[in-house]
């Protein structure tokens, strides 16, 4: 196990690269920080101080490229050979895009428009520009936390009527589109109508076989087929009575990671949820301020958490 530091701020992302050899993060309003894993000491380096969107930090495929999405939304990309950092070809020129959303090769992205348009349109990046697939109307309801599988084959969203008084204090539910056409594939239950700071967020198993979300102290587990709804979530409960934070799948989708919080600043968990049986199967519990979030390297041999003071945690991954 070893600790890393980067500015004194939230660690919102992590995202190894695909040869485990580095790592990057990025930090609440202190941009972005790389480490090179084989360096003794790592040693920080600030590719960006300018702000980022949570959600869409990653590397390329030969792991010589960092990506993320930065306020705008516009797609950045630091070269680690040139120590260069350019802005990619956008989606849209629309400045009314609320948000974008890629899936973890850059491949296929769905990004959300507001007035005039109050659209959901779906992408594929194709000799390096982007090629809309599908659409969907949005002007109806209101959509949060978008999910979309690692192969970009679907994207999921919590959503609900906002034609009514009182709309956000109606039910969710949640749906599942296909990302080719935006067309609605399936529903299902949503037991909440609040989350809390942390809750709400959604995450698609590596095969699209379940998508999994939490609540609080609650983990919820859909079951995905080729026909039918979602239906009623199976929930699972912290057994710690400690709130969940931030959750990664491990890249062979047999478990679940999950980072939680106790009332105690640093009590803070990790916890290693078998995605079969939905057990709990590991616990880890380091000394650092409130875990934020988690990632697991592509190669699955290595586990990180990140915390809200610039910590972040690198242990070998045993199960």
């Known amino acids: 196990m070893r600790v890393l530091k ?14 485990g050899c580095a790592i990057a993060a990025g930090t609440l309003y ?9 360096a003794v000491p790592p040693s920080p380096v600030q590719v ?25 939304p516009v797609q950045r990309c630091f070269n680690r050979d040139t120590r260069n950092t350019t802005d990619l070809k956008p989606f849209t020129d629309s400045k009314r895009t609320l948000e974008i ?16 348009e109050h659209r959901l349109y779906s992408w594929r990046l194709v000799d390096d ?31 609900r009527s906002a034609l009514e008084e009182d709309w956000d ?11 080719t056409t935006a067309a609605l594939r399936a529903t299902g239950e949503y037991p909440y109508k609040y989350g809390d700071k942390y809750g709400g967020r959604l995450l698609f198993s590596p ?5 999994v979300g939490f609540n609080n102290m609650n983990l919820l587990v859909w079951r995905i087929t080729e026909h039918g709804d979602l239906g009623t979530p199976r929930l699972v409960r912290n057994t710690t009575r400690k709130q969940f934070t931030a959750f990664a799948f491990h890249p062979s989708g047999r478990h679940l990671y999950v980072t939680s919080n106790g009332e105690d600043v640093r009590d803070a968990t990790v916890q290693i949820f ?22 697991i390297s592509p190669d699955g041999t290595l586990a990180a958490a990140g915390g809200d003071r610039g910590d972040i945690v690198i242990w070998d991954v045993d199960l």
């Open 6 to 19: 980067a500015a004194d701020a939230k660690v919102e992302d992590l995202a190894f690269t695909p040869d």
């Open 30 to 38: 202190n941009g972005i920080f790389l480490w090179n894993l084989e």
């Open 48 to 72: 960006s101080a300018e702000g980022y969107k949570k959600g869409g930090l990653y590397f390329s495929s030969d792991s010589r490229s960092l990506l993320w999405l930065a306020t705008g």
């Open 101 to 116: 959303l890629l899936n973890t090769s850059g491949e296929f992205g769905i990004s959300l428009h507001g007035i005039p």
């Open 129 to 159: 520009l982007w090629v809309q697939m599908g659409s969907l109307s949005i002007a109806e309801f209101a959509v949060e936390n978008l999910s979309i599988s690692q192969d970009g084959k679907l994207f999921a969203m919590l959503t």
């Open 169 to 179: 204090k109606k039910p969710r539910r949640v749906e599942l589109h296909d990302v």
């Open 207 to 211: 095969d699209s076989s379940q998508l």
């Open 274 to 295: 078998d995605a079969a049986t939905w057990t709990r199967v590991e616990q880890f519990t380091w000394q650092l301020v409130n875990l934020k979030s988690i990632a």
